[in-house]
């Protein structure tokens, strides 16, 4: 009977197309039955499933709609329309051939409902707005994706916003792939789960009751699963979400992640390079770092750290101190050691700070918030922020501090930036989703002093940025030579004609190109590399000319012109803030990001200050030694002795015990954080129990380094 079954159905499935209806005569019922991946009730079927299925990167995984994006490019109303103004004028288009065309079309539409022109668009009746929305904005939408013309498109752009595609609601897959459940869960379910939640899902998954035959194909996949989300717990980014995008991560968070990756290849005999893989981190996760590169060290392979980071340092088993001083000051190999050998070593500034000889002091006394001068951010709600209303005391120094990913950018960067960048610089871009920011009227501007190059191209230079170098071209066109001659401060720009050596156009290199090969630069052979003319480099100013003044550094160039206080002074900011070594000449994209970041402060210092401003930092202590943190924190504080506000957001513990007010976000990372856990003076965070920064805050406070 059982063969004659076999082969009734058989038979019944080619007929049938994979579909058969078998009849239960007890039952009096039929149940129908399918070999594919189909509901044979309502006729629903998907292709036999595979991995591409999930992937958005392929066709026939991504959703139709947004191509696997997420979202799709929509006008942005708000940003289009000024509800205030006229009808006729309320849509902020400038380009003229938009404009004529919008224009025509209001005004068609206008007359036909018999609405007068002038009235403001906040008070037409809700169906003529309807009308006028629903006909322009679609056509806006049309012409941003079919035009060439890159005028337009800019125009267009100021309007365009991102938003959730409303097909694949972000998920970036076709509904099939979304229809696939694990556990009760789709591929979207999981890949949104932070990696601590995803790791927990997989260990339940793992243990929860399921067939033999479905242990043993599972078993091998669950298990590579949980390994790589671990390497990923072992670095720290427990709170980062599966589905994140690469651009969102900092670059301590990509760094980490690579890093992972090479823990889970097991390889051996490897040189890793790895250069301050603790930015980013809280002290607090600084433990898992330390844990996961001597893991990497364990399986028979060499790690070499380039670091500042104290707990990091005093970790590893050989120290190779370069010094003794920055720049042309350096370049020696002061110490090599373990690290108490180099602690004991007294040619070692790093030894002394990790010894504790050198230590940045607390500061005696801090300035104390004026309940009357304060800016406000009330129910800021964006991405992981629990719309919470936080108080930034103006006329202080102050510090954003919480574990990795507990918010910190969001607040400051995507809610406070973006709005002052639209209310100080007329602007319209995006800013994270709050209800009010109260208390503009404190402050005139707000200055973000980040890391970026002071300048894109070898032209721009410390000397030409913080503006020195115009006062050093007005000293030599003052000299009785440049006067013989009649040379204005022009003359002594290597930027245009007269001056400079025209064989290099004043670059003092000359590029080769190499076609198949990366361009090659040489020394320019006319000038010599010095960018000027032989008639130029003529005339000197106390035996120097001005390519020889370019080649100096801040600190020869401070006592070359000590008697002159209009470049004496500028230099002196510069030489305050530890940029001592660094030539006035210097091509900007030789700089680090440190000391492009401390360039931009000096400029702020040299300048005549309203006593108004708002200085945002993100991690100014990035790339800098203990010594050169001291000399920010000493740069940061003369801001705020101005009157100015300068708010940071920082992990290292120096800078933060150095604050005036702390405000600590999280608990944890991801949605376990975006709360305010503690706000007040150092010593205050010091003391709550709940804060993590106030935990290892309260060594550093009694002058003893924290011990992970």
């Known amino acids: 009977i059982r063969t004659r079954l076999v082969d009734s159905i058989e038979q019944a499935l080619k007929l049938g197309d994979g579909l058969v209806i078998v009849n239960n005569l007890s039952e009096n019922k039929d149940y129908i039955y399918s070999e594919k991946f189909a509901c044979p009730e309502h006729g629903f079927s998907i292709a036999e499933l595979s991995p591409r299925l999930f992937s958005f990167n392929s066709p026939y995984g991504a959703c139709p709609e947004c191509k696997g994006l997420g979202a799709i490019h929509k006008i942005d109303i708000d940003a289009l329309v000024d509800y205030n103004r006229s009808v006729i004028e309320a849509f902020r288009i400038t380009d003229s051939f938009y404009f004529k065309y919008i224009k025509g079309m209001i005004l068609d539409i206008l007359y036909y409902n018999g609405v007068n022109k002038y009235t403001k668009f906040k008070d037409l009746p809700e169906e003529v707005k309807d009308e006028l929305l629903l006909e322009i904005i679609p056509h806006l939408e049309r012409k941003y994706l079919e035009t060439d013309n890159e005028k337009q498109r800019e125009e267009l752009e100021k309007f365009i916003r991102e938003v959730t595609c409303p097909v694949c609601h972000g998920a970036r897959l076709r509904r099939e792939a979304l229809y696939v459940l694990i556990n009760g869960k789709s591929i979207w379910d999981v890949v949104r789960m932070n990696i601590k939640q995803a790791y927990e899902f997989f260990e339940e998954f793992e243990n929860s009751p399921m067939s033999e035959k479905d242990r043993i194909i599972g078993e091998k996949i669950i298990k590579e699963i949980k390994e790589r989300l671990k390497f990923l717990l072992d670095v720290g980014l427990d709170y980062l979400t599966l589905e994140r995008s690469a651009t969102t991560l900092s670059g301590g968070e990509a760094q980490r992640i690579r890093l992972a990756t090479q823990i889970g290849s097991k390889l051996s005999g490897v040189l890793y390079v790895l250069d301050e893989p603790s930015i980013g981190l809280h002290p607090r996760d600084t433990a898992k770092l330390i844990n996961t590169l001597k893991e990497l060290r364990d399986l028979d392979n060499t790690v070499i750290v380039v670091e500042h980071d104290p707990e990091t340092i005093e970790e590893a088993d050989i120290i190779v101190d370069m010094g003794p001083g920055s720049g042309v000051y350096g370049g020696e190999v002061v110490?090599?050691?373990?690290?108490?050998?180099?602690?004991?070593?007294?040619?070692?500034?790093?030894?002394?700070?990790?010894?504790?000889?050198?230590?940045?002091?607390v500061p005696e006394k801090r300035r104390k918030p004026d309940p009357e001068k304060k800016l406000v951010i009330k129910g800021a709600k964006e991405h992981n922020l629990k719309n919470i209303d936080v108080e930034i005391p103006l006329g202080l120094f102050v510090a954003v501090t919480g574990v990795s990913g507990s918010g910190k950018s969001t607040l400051i960067y995507d809610i406070l930036w973006q709005a002052a960048k639209n209310k100080f610089h007329h602007r319209n871009e995006y800013v994270g989703k709050h209800d009010a920011i109260e208390g503009w009227e404190h402050i005139d501007k707000v200055i973000n002093v980040d890391q970026s190059p002071i300048g894109r191209t070898p032209r721009s230079n410390p000397a030409t940025y913080t503006k020195v170098f115009d006062n050093i071209r007005a000293l030599f066109a003052a000299?009785?030579?440049?006067?013989?001659?009649?040379?204005t401060p022009g003359r002594f720009s290597f930027n245009v004609k007269g001056g400079r050596c025209e064989a290099c156009k004043g670059d003092g290199v000359v590029k080769i190109e190499m076609h198949f090969l990366p361009d090659v630069y040489v020394t320019c052979?006319?000038?010599?590399?010095?960018?000027?003319?032989?008639?130029?480099?003529?005339?000197?100013?106390?035996?120097?000319?001005?390519?020889?003044?370019?080649?100096?550094?801040?600190?020869?160039?401070?006592?070359?012109?000590?008697?002159?206080?209009?470049?004496?002074?500028?230099?002196?900011?510069?030489?305050?803030?530890?940029?001592?070594?660094?030539?006035?000449?210097?091509?900007?994209?030789?700089?680090?990001?440190g000391e492009a970041q401390r360039i931009k402060l000096t400029r702020e210092l040299s300048k005549r200050d309203t006593g108004k401003t708002l200085y945002l930092l993100d991690e100014p202590t990035t790339g800098l030694h203990s010594h050169d943190v001291e000399k920010?924190?000493?740069?940061?504080?003369?801001?705020?002795?101005?009157?100015?506000t300068v708010v940071v957001i920082e992990h290292n513990l120096d800078v933060i015990k150095n604050a005036d007010w702390i405000i600590d976000l999280g608990p944890e990372g991801g949605e376990g954080g975006g709360q305010i856990v503690a706000t007040g003076t150092p010593e205050e965070i010091a003391e709550n129990e709940y804060s993590y920064t106030g935990k290892f805050l309260k060594k550093y406070l009694e002058n003893k380094a924290v011990k992970i």
């Open 632 to 644: 920010l924190i000493r740069v940061l504080n003369k801001l705020v002795e101005k009157g100015n």
């Open 335 to 361: 110490a090599v050691g373990t690290p108490q050998e180099i602690m004991e070593n007294e040619k070692s500034l790093t030894g002394k700070y990790l010894s504790g000889k050198l230590k940045i002091p």
């Open 525 to 593: 052979e006319v000038c010599g590399g010095k960018r000027y003319n032989k008639e130029t480099l003529a005339v000197e100013y106390k035996g120097k000319n001005i390519a020889d003044i370019l080649d100096m550094t801040v600190a020869e160039a401070l006592e070359f012109f000590q008697n002159v206080p209009s470049i004496r002074n500028k230099l002196k900011v510069l030489y305050d803030v530890g940029l001592d070594y660094i030539k006035l000449g210097q091509p900007a994209t030789t700089l680090s990001g």
């Open 479 to 487: 000299t009785p030579e440049a006067k013989l001659r009649g040379y």
